[in-house]
């Protein structure tokens, strides 16, 4: 497979993941990055998703705790919302997610933790009433 072979089946991996992470309408809120910044983009796709998500050794789940964590320790709350997402559509409950983030207040501090909490508080909320409209 040549180098360009290679960067297209990235590019294709990481579609693939971001679809099964994220629901259409948190993807066309992350696409505006793809306007501003094509390489930017094509990095995101390519290499975050269809690098590093499209390995086999952890699970979704698994990658999605060490984001969470990640993310609230850096207080990286833009990029916060759309993975507590991607938690929950790949089988990681309320209860984990309040758990990571109350783990996180002992290395990131209270600020960052109440911080991520209201996110998640609104998250869970958008998500129940989601999946509840589709049943």
């Known amino acids: 497979m040549d180098i360009t072979e290679r960067s297209t089946q990235r590019f294709e991996n990481g579609t693939d993941v971001m679809n099964e992470l994220f629901p259409e309408e948190v993807q066309v809120g992350m696409r505006y990055i793809k306007e501003i910044s094509p390489d930017?983009?094509?990095?995101?796709?390519?290499?975050?998703?269809?690098?590093?998500?499209?390995?086999?050794?952890?699970?979704?789940?698994q990658r999605e705790y060490v984001t969470l964590t990640a993310l609230i320790t850096q207080g990286a709350f833009d990029q916060l919302r759309p993975h507590l997402y991607a938690s929950l559509r790949v089988g990681l409950t309320q209860q984990e997610i309040t758990e990571i983030i109350i783990q996180c207040t002992g290395y990131a501090g209270f600020p960052k933790a109440v911080h991520a909490m209201g996110i998640a508080g609104?998250?869970?909320?958008?998500?129940?009433?989601?999946?509840?409209e589709s049943k």
């Open 122 to 132: 609104e998250v869970f909320k958008n998500y129940e009433a989601e999946n509840a």
């Open 40 to 61: 930017l983009w094509n990095m995101i796709v390519s290499f975050g998703f269809g690098e590093l998500y499209a390995k086999n050794t952890l699970t979704m789940a």
